[in-house]
């Protein structure tokens, strides 16, 4: 019998790529997402199924995941910059709606509730390697309330209704519905049509995740045997490097594949969140290794522009989730 997944947010950044991949593995899905930048992107698919919905109202949500077996929760606004938006709008999705979603995914019959948190969460750290048991620095509100609910859905969880966490990376790489506001994407977006990358700081750590790789580690998580995975928190990266060694690597690319150079600019930066994550935990406990690595993330960003499937890529909102939830008011 084929397993259902029900997906918040999956008409988002990694949603448009993940909802494909679970279909192709063969997976009955159902997106449910605020469908704020559209689901034109998502396939057409017998086994797929959209529904436009707000994770803060429950009782929808729970009518709608009834007779799904796994949950997998995506949905927020997403990334740091984004609470420059209205704070109470963003606490309201990002942490007054988890618990409520959590204890209707519950009640309507839901095994399993795989909760996507942040490597983020981690803040600053000088440590070389943070693994799961370091504590949680946030230094803003998204990190903040993203460490804030791990705990509540650990305190739902039972026999009969499992919870895993998992904290990825910063995702990179292509998928239908572009995000151009994450470091490498940004990068390779200013190196492809600016022919020039700005570095804002560069000393920053970051650990990376290709989208791909974040596909492949929820369908394992989806099929791990339970006592693999209940009530465990993994980090999920593949690549620690500070922000100038990734332009660096962006540069270096784009010189060989179009036989040209380009300069990398440096320039003042106040954001401070500077970290490398652990992974080995996902390896050793689940057999987990990302096979896709941030160069191949900046190659399939290439591929795309060059078959121009990212139109007007510093005007059009629809990269920007920030610009775009401003420019559609939302509340």
């Known amino acids: 019998m084929k397993k259902k997944i029900f997906i918040t947010g999956g008409a988002g950044y990694v949603g448009s790529l993940l909802t494909p991949f679970l279909l192709e593995k063969g997976y009955i899905v159902k997106v449910f997402d605020t469908l704020y930048f559209g689901k034109d992107f998502l396939p057409k698919h017998k086994n797929l199924k959209i529904i436009k919905g707000d994770i803060r109202d429950s009782d929808q949500l729970q009518k709608e995941c009834e007779g799904y077996?796994?949950?997998?929760h995506l949905a927020c606004i997403s990334n740091d910059a984004s609470y420059v938006l209205d704070?109470?709008?963003?606490?309201?999705i990002n942490f007054d709606s988890f618990e409520p979603m959590v204890i209707s995914a519950k009640k309507s019959g839901i095994k399993r509730f795989i909760y996507a948190s942040t490597s983020s969460v981690?803040?600053?750290?000088?440590?070389?390697?943070?693994?799961?048991?370091?504590p949680l620095v946030p230094l803003t509100l998204y990190n903040k309330f993203k460490g804030l609910?791990?705990?509540?859905?650990?305190?739902?969880t039972d026999s009969k209704f499992e919870g895993v966490i998992f904290r990825p990376a910063t995702v990179c790489g292509y998928a239908p519905r572009l995000r151009l506001d994450?470091?490498?994407?940004?990068?390779?977006?200013?190196?492809?049509?600016k022919n020039k990358?700005?570095?804002?700081?560069?000393?920053?750590?970051?650990?990376?995740?290709?989208?791909?790789?974040?596909?492949?580690?929820?369908?394992?998580?989806?099929?791990?045997?339970?006592?693999?995975?209940?009530?465990?928190?993994?980090?999920?990266?593949?690549?620690?490097?500070?922000?100038?060694e990734l332009a660096q690597l962006v540069k270096k690319i784009f010189d060989a594949k179009y036989n040209k150079s380009i300069d990398v600019i440096r320039t003042e930066s106040n954001d401070n969140r500077s970290y490398h994550i652990n992974s080995d935990k996902i390896k050793d406990e689940l057999g987990f290794i990302p096979s896709h690595s941030i160069s191949d993330a900046?190659?399939?960003?290439?591929?795309?522009?060059?078959?121009?499937?990212v139109p007007n890529s510093f005007e059009d909102d629809i990269y920007f989730n920030v610009k775009r939830m401003q420019n559609l008011n939302v509340k």
């Open 69 to 72: 077996d796994t949950f997998v």
């Open 87 to 92: 704070e109470n709008l963003s606490k309201s």
């Open 122 to 134: 981690y803040g600053v750290s000088d440590q070389k390697d943070v693994k799961e048991d370091h």
């Open 149 to 156: 609910c791990e705990p509540i859905l650990l305190n739902h």
């Open 182 to 193: 994450l470091s490498v994407n940004i990068l390779s977006n200013h190196a492809y049509f």
């Open 197 to 244: 990358i700005t570095v804002f700081g560069g000393n920053q750590l970051r650990p990376n995740l290709n989208i791909k790789d974040y596909c492949d580690a929820v369908d394992l998580l989806i099929n791990k045997e339970s006592k693999k995975i209940e009530n465990k928190i993994f980090n999920i990266g593949y690549e620690n490097m500070s922000i100038l």
């Open 298 to 309: 900046i190659n399939s960003l290439f591929d795309a522009f060059d078959k121009k499937l």
